[in-house]
């Protein structure tokens, strides 16, 4: 099986930071990408950034200069750092990676549970 874990959301300010972690585990071979994805009710799904096996970076203008994402060594912990956050930033956050599991030979996509991140004074 394969997990993703995510952690750091929550309440904060205008203004104010948040760190989000997402950890994958399990039965993973290498993992090709990973990245961070958000979503408010009644709408769809939307990519923050990404991050690929090489570094490659992807953002959505509206978080430009304010996100960074990156990764640890072992390469299987995303990070998504976000400054300067808006009320607009308020969704549940969920992370995604895309793996080849061992044993597989074509990768999957996985998503985690979700962090709640809420900005609101």
């Known amino acids: 099986q394969v997990q993703l874990v995510e952690s750091g959301g929550g309440l904060v300010q205008p203004g104010g930071s948040l760190r989000l972690s997402c950890v994958a585990s399990?039965?993973?071979?290498?993992?090709?990408?990973m990245g961070w994805y958000r979503q408010v009710p009644g709408k769809q799904r939307e990519l923050v950034a990404t991050?690929?096996?090489?570094?490659?970076?992807n953002y959505a203008d509206s978080v430009k200069g304010r996100f960074t994402i990156s990764t640890n060594n072992a390469r299987n912990t995303v990070y998504l750092q976000m400054n300067s956050l808006k009320p607009d930033d308020s969704a549940v956050y969920y992370c995604?990676?895309?793996?080849?599991?061992?044993?597989?030979?074509?990768?999957?996509?996985?998503w985690g549970q979700g962090t709640q991140v809420t900005v609101s004074s």
């Open positions: 399990g039965s993973i071979f290498s993992i090709n990408g």
């Open positions: 995604n990676a895309e793996l080849i599991r061992l044993g597989g030979t074509l990768p999957l996509g996985y």
């Open positions: 991050l690929s096996r090489g570094g490659s970076t």
